[in-house]
């Protein structure tokens, strides 16, 4: 998770270019001050299936208002559309293979420093650790 632009899908590629060994482009990315990454999109980077990340859109303002404790607790369904209905969202099952484990977060450096990115930033922090999820910042 992060702000639109920080790197969400890059990180991914490389992530998955690390575990395949050679370059991998499991997500779309360009240079753009717009979100790219339209909906959820889960990618399996390795043979056996165990390493799942999501990609997600990026937040601004107070998206993920609604969305939040459903993809955090892996309800939501892959291809999940900012904006859409969320309760038509809902997987009708809950597997372990859809639990979440880990957030990560992707920020810029110099936004680290910005006041309103560190209260964003706590504010996840709070909601990641109540769902007792680790919180990784990158």
Known sequence: ???????????????????????????????????????????????????????????VENNYQVEFAPLIQGLLREKFKE????????LPEFGIGQQVHAVLIVCE??????????IKLKEFYAKFTSFGLYLIVS
């Open 83 to 90: 904006g859409t209905d969320v309760l038509k969202n809902i």
């Open 1 to 59: 998770m992060g702000r639109v632009g920080n790197g969400k899908s890059s990180y991914m590629n490389t992530m998955a270019s690390i575990l395949a060994r050679k370059f991998q482009s499991v997500c779309i990315t360009r240079a753009s001050i717009s979100t790219v990454t339209l909906h959820l999109e889960k990618q399996t980077l390795n043979h056996s299936g165990t390493i799942k990340l999501w990609d997600t859109y990026g937040w």
């Open 109 to 118: 450096t110099s936004s680290i420093e910005l006041q309103d990115e560190m």
